[in-house]
């Protein structure tokens, strides 16, 4: 890009690791934030270099699991161990010259290791502390260890994901994981342009937990303010706005959401069942649910008619439709390509990675993809950057503390 990225002067130091925090800090590496992840140099580092079952063939050992290459592009890694005061006094340096820090700890850590604002606001009055922890930093369960299935089965998500009549079943993707992140990206971001104006930073709060219930979203509001309780739907449907389920084609599944009025004109214009439009069975979207199972057949048997990729090409943008993909057909799918949604980097020995694209550009450009960083890649560019000399290095990693 042309421009500088609307984060190049943003400096992060994250304490992170597996993929919450390391998944809402890439994004603001893909924004052009400086990202400097501190890793522990006597454990391996940020746990998710180790997880497979798959790595990279030919890669240095520290960057070839997938799993890290996921979570980790556009940042930078310092190995230091804040276990020792010695590496605590290195961290307040880099603090001084950051804006924030952002850690996924478990709640009861950040206090122990001196992450919070009560500790590093004495370095430097305009740090912002952004803490994403399981079930937050103080309460009963601030010590409990936290993972993005346990909030899923606890939140509600077993009960409204799969078939009526199965067993509870989860969501596919760590979707707790992912949202929590992006909102403590977002709110790291708020607390910064405050700092900016103000001169002082704070602590900011994110937990697994709360963000799992606020994704409850409408569902929480019909509970809360009509006492209903949602469970799971047949074919993945909406719970009240049909057509918007699976339905079945000559040779396979088609997912339609005729969330409008005009949506459903349409799709009965569209599959040669214009009546159906007027029928008093499915005038409007009340009389369509109390007779969903009716519809449904009707639908099942009218799209059988044809294939899948048929019907795909008669609904192009008149009906909003979506054929069923597997991961692979999701990443195969031509429209990703025409979308350049697939970008490549060179993890360090020059092997190239191919990871999903950034969801964000800027018009037509995407945002860069840099490499994932080895272990300690960075550690003696930041320090002696921040004027920390060969001997000083060499004495901090004779003493395990880099």
């Known amino acids: 890009m042309a421009d500088p990225l609307p984060l190049s002067d943003l400096r992060i130091i994250a304490v992170e690791q597996y993929g919450a925090g390391p998944f809402g800090t890439q994004f603001l590496g893909d924004l052009g934030a400086e990202v400097i992840k501190i890793e522990d140099p006597g454990t391996g580092g940020d746990v998710s ?43 307040n340096d880099l603090v001084g010259t950051a804006d924030a820090v952002a850690g996924n700890l478990r709640g009861d850590v950040p206090a122990k290791l001196g992450l919070t604002y009560e500790h590093l606001g004495a370095v430097k009055p305009s740090i912002v502390c952004a803490h994403l922890t399981a079930y937050g930093r103080d309460g009963p369960r601030a010590a409990w260890p936290g993972y993005d299935f346990l909030m899923q089965a606890e939140a509600g998500y077993f009960a409204v994901t799969g078939e009526p009549g199965t067993p509870p079943a989860r969501m596919g993707l760590s979707i707790v994981d992912y949202m929590a992140g992006v909102t403590m990206g977002l709110a790291l971001l708020a607390a910064v342009h405050q700092a900016r104006k103000t001169g002082r930073g704070r602590d900011v709060d994110i937990s697994l937990f709360d963000t799992a219930l606020s994704n409850l979203a409408y569902h929480s509001a ?93 609904f192009a943008g008149s009906v909003p439709a979506a054929p069923l ?25 020059g092997v190239p990675v191919r990871t999903v ?15 994932a960083p ?22 901090l990693r004779d003493d395990g503390i880099i």
């Open 374 to 395: 080895a272990l300690g890649a960075d550690t003696d560019a930041v320090l002696s950057a921040i004027g920390y000399d060969a001997a000083r290095l060499k004495r």
């Open 49 to 91: 270099r180790s997880v497979g079952p798959f790595f990279v063939e030919g890669a240095e050992e520290s960057v070839a699991s997938l799993f890290y290459q996921a979570f980790n592009r556009n940042k930078k890694s310092v190995t230091l161990n804040l276990s020792q005061p010695a590496g605590r006094a290195v961290l």
């Open 222 to 314: 019909w509970y809360l303010g009509a006492g209903h309780n949602e469970g799971r739907q047949p074919r993945s449907a909406h719970p009240s706005l049909t057509p918007c389920q699976l339905y079945r084609t000559a040779d396979g599944w088609i997912y339609l959401m005729c969330n409008k009025e005009k949506f459903w004109r349409a799709l009965c214009a569209a599959i040669g069942r214009d009546a159906w439009a007027d029928d008093p069975r499915f005038l409007t979207f009340k009389e369509r649910r109390a007779n969903r199972e009716v519809l449904t057949a009707l639908l099942d048997e009218a799209l059988s008619e044809r294939t899948t990729a048929d019907w795909m090409d008669s």
């Open 325 to 349: 993909r597997d991961v692979a057909g999701a990443l195969d799918n031509p429209f990703v390509s025409q979308r350049d949604g697939i970008q490549t980097a060179q993890a360090p020995g």
């Open 357 to 371: 694209a950034s969801p964000i550009s800027f018009g037509n450009d995407r945002l860069p993809a840099g490499p």
